[in-house]
């Protein structure tokens, strides 16, 4: 992610879009910084210098002292690994990419507070995905807590896990779910459910875009923001 990234994801964060967050700072963009600007008694001139920044840093790190926002470094040149897409399989072909379902797993660490949906007592720390797809949702993963601060995170829902391997059938159907693969993740499942669409899903607002657009660098789809329905689920496959 680069500094301009960062900029307009925590922009759109706080409800102030700048639109597609490209890493290109234009009208949109500077209009976005202006309005944060106003509604926090800055001085109004749409440049993202140090006390628009300052503001926009302390705002994700508020909560909680070790939940700090990094910020990338606006004059180095970075490696984006997220920024190369990958060519995941359609849903048709998952089984010759993947191998047979509940195969080939393995186990990574979540690097924010999460909780089982189904019981909020119960702290998550790893969750269980297809060897192919571990290393590109660890990725999205910690960009997750680059781009939102602890309180965000809970506010999104992003902290309550709904599930990622689980060979099971698709509901209503006879298909394995992608789930089956561990390839697909849901997140909040109480407040995105499956026929739930815009605007009633929590996460089909505009302060989860960075989020769903973080997932969708790395070539995952949203079947919410693609079908509009199961805001909750996000997959390594195309439809």
Do not use: C
Request: without cysteine; proline residues 4%.
């Amino acid at each position: 992610m680069t500094f301009e990234q960062w900029l307009q994801s925590r922009l759109t964060a706080h409800g102030y879009s700048p639109g597609p967050i490209d890493g290109v700072v234009g009208k949109n963009t500077i209009a976005a910084i202006r309005a944060f600007e106003r509604a926090n008694r800055l001085p109004v001139d749409g440049k993202a210098d140090e006390t628009v920044v300052r503001a926009l840093r302390a705002s994700a790190s508020a909560v909680s002292p070790h939940d700090m926002t990094k910020i990338p470094d606006r004059d180095k040149d970075q490696d984006n690994v997220a920024a190369t897409k990958h060519k995941w399989p359609r849903q048709k072909d998952v089984t010759a990419f993947y191998g047979g379902v509940g195969k080939s797993q393995t186990r990574i660490d979540i690097p924010f507070d999460m909780y089982l949906a189904w019981d909020k007592r119960r702290r998550i720390t790893r969750m269980t995905l297809h060897e192919k797809v571990a290393s590109s949702a660890q990725r999205v993963l910690q960009q997750v807590t680059e781009i939102y601060s602890h309180k965000e995170r809970r506010e999104l829902g992003l902290h309550l896990f709904g599930g990622s391997l689980n060979v099971r059938r698709m509901r209503g159907g006879s298909r394995y779910s992608m789930h089956s693969w561990g390839i697909a993740i849901d997140f909040d499942p109480e407040r995105n459910r499956l026929k739930w669409g815009r605007p009633r899903a929590r996460l089909s607002h505009e302060d989860a875009v960075p989020f769903w657009q973080a997932w969708e660098a790395e070539g995952w789809l949203s079947l919410g923001r693609a079908r509009n329905f199961d805001h909750m689920h996000v997959q390594a496959a195309r439809l």
